[in-house]
């Protein structure tokens, strides 16, 4: 074998040595993009469970303020009607009293 002949063998090494490392560097690309993939899926099923418990947390807030709020309303017309009653009563106190006046 000559000179010429053992370096193309040597370039046919290294062809196969490059062509080897190309695959495990192309198998180290796709389990990485396959690991990205699966954390940012991850990621996504987190944050939509963050954000479910955040929409429960504000409708069960929403539904408290509600209730408040339902409860101050009714307060207030239970206030109000009580003061009507005592106007009236007043009211018909004092023409029970002009009555008395005419009698």
Same mark, same amino acid.
């Given at each position: 074998? %000559?000179?010429?002949?053992? +370096? =193309?063998?040597?370039? #046919?090494?290294?062809?196969?040595?490059?062509?080897?490392? $190309?695959? %495990?560097?192309? @198998? #180290? *690309?796709? $389990?990485?993009?396959?690991?990205?993939?699966?954390?940012? +899926?991850?990621?996504? =099923?987190? =944050?939509?469970? &963050?954000?479910?418990?955040?929409?429960?947390?504000?409708?069960?807030?929403?539904?408290?303020?509600?209730?408040? !709020?339902?409860?101050?309303?009714?307060?207030?017309?239970? #206030? @109000? #009607?009580?003061? /009507?009653? +005592?106007? *009236?009563? &007043?009211? =018909?106190?004092?023409?029970?009293?002009?009555?008395? /006046? !005419? +009698?």
């Amino acid at each position: 074998m %000559n000179a010429y002949e053992a +370096e =193309i063998n040597i370039l #046919k090494l290294d062809m196969v040595t490059l062509s080897t490392q $190309l695959k %495990n560097a192309k @198998q #180290k *690309c796709s $389990l990485l993009e396959e690991k990205f993939m699966t954390e940012a +899926e991850a990621e996504v =099923i987190n =944050i939509k469970a &963050r954000l479910d418990y955040v929409n429960t947390f504000n409708k069960v807030e929403m539904l408290k303020l509600k209730e408040m !709020f339902q409860e101050r309303m009714l307060s207030e017309k239970i #206030k @109000q #009607k009580k003061d /009507l009653d +005592e106007g *009236c009563n &007043r009211s =018909i106190e004092s023409l029970g009293n002009l009555l008395k /006046l !005419f +009698e």
